[in-house]
Nanobody, 119 residues
């Protein structure tokens, strides 16, 4: 059974930082691409950042230079360090995992964690 459990969300002021964590209970974690996505009500879920099994990373233009995705294969963990947060970063953030050996990151999903950026 696959489980992705996000944590670290909360309420912060503009300019502050948060670090999201995703604990993955999944086989062959190191062989999967992992991602962070976000969604606001009424809008489609969007990819924020992804990290491949060889640690290549990709970011949405809106977060480049502010967010950093990383992974710890020994702990089956994925992280999203979010700096210089803006009100438009407010969303539910979801962790995702891809299929083994694939470039995709959207095969499995967590339940999400709320991030609210507001003064």
């Amino acid at each position: 059974q696959v489980q992705l459990v996000e944590s670290g969300g909360g309420l912060v002021q503009p300019g502050e930082s948060l670090r999201l964590s995703c604990a993955a209970s999944i086989s062959a974690f190191a062989a999967r691409g992992m991602g962070w996505h976000r969604q606001v009500p009424g809008k489609e879920r969007e990819l924020v950042a992804s990290i491949s099994r060889v640690r290549n990373t990709d970011y949405a233009d809106s977060v480049k230079g502010r967010f950093t995705i990383s992974r710890d294969n020994a702990k089956n963990m994925v992280y999203l360090q979010m700096n210089s947060l803006k009100p438009e970063d407010t969303a539910v953030y979801y962790c995702s995992a891809g299929s083994i050996g694939s470039l995709d990151t959207g095969r499995y999903w967590g339940q999400g964690t709320q991030v609210t950026v507001s003064a």
